[in-house]
């Protein structure tokens, strides 16, 4: 087996030196190529060239600038076309793979029985800025997204779920990553817009119960920079989601989740009609009577361009207390 591992990167040319080397990591038998995706401006592109030239995989990577930026998960779906073997992994430039965590997945793929399984993926470590991993947020995060239990396979809107597929660091089928990987509305929700796609397709993911990567919380992120999270995106394909009419409840929960949120997204964008529709439909009467859904109905009766004006000013303080918050949580623990 031999699989195309695709990096989208953008201005961090030292988190993708570490990225790299945790690719020299693994088993280089199964690496048909690194292709690179640089999204960083001209003049910050020698930095990455010289950091790929530095790398122990440097004879494995094609390296791919564009020109006119993509953004993080266009230019995932550019490195997905461009991908030459028919098992892809994206890893993004800030995460690492684990030593040895390429053939763990590899191995499962190879001994798969199952023709339905269409992704397998495991568990992750939480590392912070500096790449120091917290072993207790990595603990509440596979409570959180229900990867504390043993292997299995499950199929994908099962998982869906629990949102327990990472965000990068999966194994998938070249030709299922292509036929899945763009949607009309993903924005910035690309990774949680294909496992929707991908469940919804019937697909079967296989969870192997052993850690394979580690993902980086950091303050400066490139999906929530700039107009933050599209969780207006996330909840649309939350209710796209498509399971048995029994889980229907379980499904609510998720898509509740996304849609106080939502709401105030869709009315900061100027989608004055979705936002009453998610209100409407998705809050729960409780939630609507409460305090919040008041100010919510006051924001309806603000004029379009004035309420755009109060919400984009209170995205712009939240972001900025969140990434706080964010530095504060993955703080290594010293004591």
């Avoid at 191995?107 to 339905?116: F, G, I, N, S």
């Avoid at 000013?313 to 993955?330: I, L």
Wanted: charged fraction near 25%; aromatic fraction near 6%.
């Amino acid at each position: 087996m031999l699989i195309s591992i695709l990096i989208p990167t953008f201005q961090r040319p030292g988190q993708l030196s570490e990225a790299l080397a945790s690719l020299a990591q693994q088993d280089r038998s199964l690496i048909g190529e690194v292709v690179v995706g640089d999204d960083s401006p001209p003049a910050d592109r020698a930095a990455n060239r010289e950091v790929i030239a530095k790398s122990q995989v440097a004879p494995l990577v094609r390296y791919l600038p564009n020109d006119t930026p993509l953004g993080n998960y266009p230019n995932q779906c550019a490195l997905g076309e461009q991908a030459r073997f028919d098992h892809i992994l994206i890893l993004h430039d800030d995460d690492h793979l684990c030593p040895g965590g390429l053939a763990l997945l590899a191995r499962a793929c190879a001994d798969e029985t199952d023709p339905r399984v269409k992704v397998w993926f495991g568990r992750i470590e939480i590392m912070n800025a500096a790449g120091v991993v917290d072993h207790e947020l990595t603990q509440d995060d596979a409570k959180r997204f229900g990867k504390d239990g043993a292997a299995g396979v499950k199929p994908v809107w099962e998982w869906c779920l629990t949102q327990s597929l990472p965000p990068n660091s999966a194994l998938l089928g070249r030709e299922t990553y292509q036929a899945l990987m763009r949607g009309d509305r993903d924005g910035n929700a690309g990774d949680w817009a294909l496992h929707v796609r991908l469940a919804n397709s019937g697909a079967f993911g296989r969870f192997i119960g052993k850690t394979v990567s580690r993902y980086r919380v950091q303050a400066v992120s490139v999906t929530g920079s700039g107009r933050g999270v599209d969780v207006h995106y996330m909840y649309e394909m939350a209710r796209q989601l498509q399971v048995p009419p029994g889980r229907a409840r379980e499904k609510q929960v998720v898509v509740g989740k996304f849609a106080t949120v939502a709401v105030h997204r869709y009315l900061r964008e100027g989608e004055r009609a979705r936002a009453w529709r998610c209100f409407a439909e998705d809050w729960t009467a409780s939630e609507r009577l409460s305090m919040q859904g008041l100010r919510v109905l006051l924001m309806f009766a603000l004029p379009p361009r004035v309420l755009r004006v109060i919400l984009k000013r209170k995205a712009s303080m939240s972001a900025k207390a969140n990434a706080v918050v964010a530095t504060a949580a993955v703080q290594p623990r010293l004591n």
